[in-house]
């Protein structure tokens, strides 16, 4: 496989607002390839699992509901030190702090409805992935070698 995986969320907000597409073009402009994606709507289960991490903090139930206000779009992101470029990309959490040009600064809402997500190590990305994606709907790049097909 070319470079290594992160794994993202367009959150409901972004997804309502019709930011779909100028995220996407955000992503493919930086270099990444979308080797899966779908958009789909999560269970309340399923948000409590996804942030199951930050369960004890303040903000854990009203995140919950957030992220199952409306359909959602799940997609792997393929690319060279994808999980650090991809969170550079995305910006800070809270977009007050992002910088301009990030995806946070440009589409986020506030530090809640802060438009997409990023896998933060590269064992959550495995994990994340393999949980939203079966094997038959990942479609990753390989590096060419001198003896691939032309
Ligand atoms: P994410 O996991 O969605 O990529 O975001 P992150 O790493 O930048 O931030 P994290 O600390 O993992 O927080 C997960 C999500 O919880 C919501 N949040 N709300 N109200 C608050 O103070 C607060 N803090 C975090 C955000 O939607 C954040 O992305
Ligand atoms: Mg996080």
């Known amino acids: 496989m070319a470079g290594t995986i992160t794994f993202t969320i367009i959150k409901p907000g972004a997804v309502k607002n019709e930011h779909i597409g100028p995220i996407l073009d955000k992503i493919s402009d930086a270099g990444f390839h979308i080797a899966a994606m779908k958009m789909v709507?999560?269970?309340?289960?399923?948000?409590r699992s996804f942030y199951c991490i930050h369960k004890d903090k303040p903000f854990f139930e009203d995140l919950v509901e957030f992220m199952v206000s409306g359909p959602i779009v799940a997609a792997i992101l393929q690319k060279e030190n994808a999980v650090d470029d991809f969170r550079k990309l995305i910006g800070n959490t809270d977009p007050t702090k992002a910088e301009p040009g990030t995806i946070r600064h440009m589409f986020a809402k506030s530090v809640q409805a802060n438009a997409v997500h990023g896998s933060d190590s590269d064992e959550n990305a495995q994990k994340e992935s393999e949980y939203f994606f079966a094997g038959y709907e990942k479609f990753f790049e390989v590096k060419k070698t001198s003896c691939s097909e032309k």
């Open 41 to 47: 709507q999560l269970s309340r289960s399923e948000a």
